[in-house]
């Protein structure tokens, strides 16, 4: 499984650790105590054997078939109250490490990063387990399965979102360990800090380099302006870089605008970002010979960030953009000049996550053309994956039906019935039927849980797409809704072996509110996301359907990534 990144990576770099000044206002415990706490705290985390966990809870599930949340809940709450003590008590350590910056504290930390690690590795392969007992009961559908797949479902009900809370709960531990090692500020302390930000673990450096964002000083931004150009890893080069906003701009614009030809796309993707954010209107010039080398997403993103800058929309034609550059370089050196004079290049950046806020005649300007289309929206990216609700509302008729853009003739010219299920169907195989051959892309069907089609992202040649096709006719509505594990396979799925990212962008479908999972609260969900996904960037289109048309929560996560929504009755 292509592991998910870890979420301490997605904090945003100018906070300060404040989560720790609450543990600063009492009396620091000794080292001593310290040291043996953590050894303690920090042990593996041991769970029951998958099948003794089986075995254990399987008595304990609902009866009945039709499958509701709040059963569930409950067993997901009394699945984790044996480890709440333990967690509660890392929590402890790491905000008492804060308060003794020293080598020692390093070491110790860097033994949670590790142990964090492990943990994560046992729970992910868990979480894989479960995806494999739970697929082939929506291959022939609920009521058609047997009472031994119909367990399986319900069993994958409770443990998936227990595994993917214990996973939440150590990517938020990673972070109070990130605090931490910002605390270590002095002395040989801080030598030890700099000296982990180059050791062989890339967890461990990205930890290093995140903290030495918030520390700051001389040798620190000598130290990321490295690891932002030459780390092998691309998930340590955007966390150098992220850490970098925590300067000035003036000082950091020379890594921003280097970024910018990075040779993984999604540090690219973060530098074009941060040249908005920073109104770098010099870096104009270099985006667009950049957009002469792009494909797929960025070049919209590049596109975009031309137009914040500068005013103009060229709808990524590089010849136009060369043209206009050629008559607007004076122009542009002396807005540059205009906007250090009044110091705008004087303060550190902020929160990027609402760039770019696309004005709703221009993401559906036919100009801007695009690699295939779902419920009317059209992406130019060409590593997609599709995030589709098959509760068992999607039973219900639907009120409307989506444009069909495109070929008159094309082979999926109607849906197949007249329900939301069966508009889903004829909007998926169309999706899939008009990918280029060199894109990639996945299919995620959620209900309770979710179904993955492939293991991983999967090139759009003809084999995948009758795979695809085959898989997609058989869908079926039932259960209920659970968005928030299914946002997280979605992060896990982005995640990319070495260190990239293998999608960037997202459709996601529903037709009502979460009510399962790690998170069924919405604000929750979509704060959760959003602070995740600031490494991986992953632009996410939203379709309402039915009474999620018009929904809040969908319209605020396509604008806070950068997507488009759209609402159909």
Not at 117 to 146: C, F, I, T
Not at 408 to 423: D, F, V
Not at 505 to 520: F, H, I, V
Request: charged share 25%.
């Amino acid at each position: 499984m292509r592991h998910l990144v870890p979420a301490f990576l997605l904090a945003c770099i100018v906070a300060g650790p404040g989560s720790l000044a609450a543990s600063g206002e009492d009396a620091a415990p000794s080292w001593n105590e310290v040291q043996k706490q953590g050894r303690k705290a920090f042990k593996r985390l041991s769970i029951a054997k998958h099948a003794q966990l089986v075995k254990s809870l399987t008595p304990r599930l609902p009866s009945g078939i039709v499958i509701t949340a709040a059963p569930f809940d409950g067993l997901v709450k009394n699945l984790l109250a044996p480890y709440a003590k333990q967690l509660a008590s890392r929590e402890r350590v790491l905000a008492s490490l804060a308060q003794h910056p020293s080598p020692k504290a390093g070491k110790l930390l860097e033994t949670a990063f590790k142990t964090l690690a492990k943990e994560d590795a046992d729970r992910a392969k868990r979480v894989l387990v479960m995806e494999a007992e739970y697929a082939g009961v929506y291959n022939a559908g609920y009521m058609e399965s047997s009472e031994g797949a119909r367990r399986s479902r319900k069993l994958a009900a409770a443990l998936i979102p227990f595994y993917r809370t214990l996973l939440a709960r150590n990517a938020a531990l990673q972070e109070l360990a990130v605090d931490a090692l910002s605390a270590m500020r002095t002395g040989d302390a801080l030598t030890w800090l700099q000296a982990a930000a180059r050791k062989s673990d890339p967890a461990l450096r990205q930890a290093a380099v995140l903290a030495l964002g918030r520390v700051g000083g001389a040798e620190a931004f000598a130290l990321l302006g490295k690891a932002a150009a030459g780390d092998a890893e691309p998930r340590v080069r955007g966390a150098a870089l992220l850490a970098l906003a925590a300067w000035p701009v003036k000082e950091s614009k020379t890594a921003i605008l280097a970024a910018l030809a990075d040779e993984a796309w999604e540090v690219r993707a973060l530098a074009v970002a941060m040249c908005v954010a920073a109104r770098l209107v010099e870096a104009a010039e270099p985006l667009i010979l950049q957009l002469e080398k792009e494909d797929g997403r960025l070049r919209d993103d590049i596109d975009d960030a031309l137009f914040a800058l500068v005013g103009v929309r060229m709808y990524a034609d590089v010849a136009l953009w060369k043209r206009w550059l050629g008559e607007n370089r004076e122009k542009l050196a002396a807005q540059a000049q205009a906007l250090a004079a009044e110091g705008a290049y004087d303060k550190p950046l902020g929160p990027m996550e609402d760039w770019p806020e696309r004005a709703a005649a221009d993401a559906k300007d036919d100009k801007r053309g695009g690699t295939t289309a779902f419920y009317g929206i059209t992406s130019r990216s060409k590593r997609i994956v599709f995030l589709v609700d098959i509760s068992r509302s999607m039973q219900d008729e639907a009120q409307e039906k989506p444009p069909k853009l495109g070929d008159a003739k094309h082979p999926y010219r109607e849906p197949l019935g007249p329900s939301k299920m069966a508009i889903v169907r004829w909007q998926l195989h169309r999706a899939v039927h008009d990918l280029p051959k060199d894109a990639t892309f996945n299919i995620v069907v959620y209900s309770e849980s979710y179904k993955v089609w492939a293991d991983e992202m999967t090139t759009a040649k003809p084999k995948a797409k009758k795979a695809a096709h085959k898989f997609i006719q058989k869908l079926v509505a039932n259960g209920t809704t659970n968005i928030g594990d299914t946002l997280d396979k979605a992060i896990a799925l982005a995640a990319d072996a070495a260190g990239g990212l293998a999608a960037d962008t997202l459709y996601l479908l529903s037709d009502g509110n979460p009510n399962r999972g790690r998170l069924n609260v919405l604000p929750e969900v979509l704060e959760d996301f959003v602070r995740r996904n600031r490494r991986a960037r992953l632009v996410v289109h939203t379709i309402g359907i039915g009474e999620q048309a018009g929904s809040s929560f969908l319209e605020d996560l396509a604008k806070r990534t950068g997507g488009q929504y759209v609402g159909f009755r």
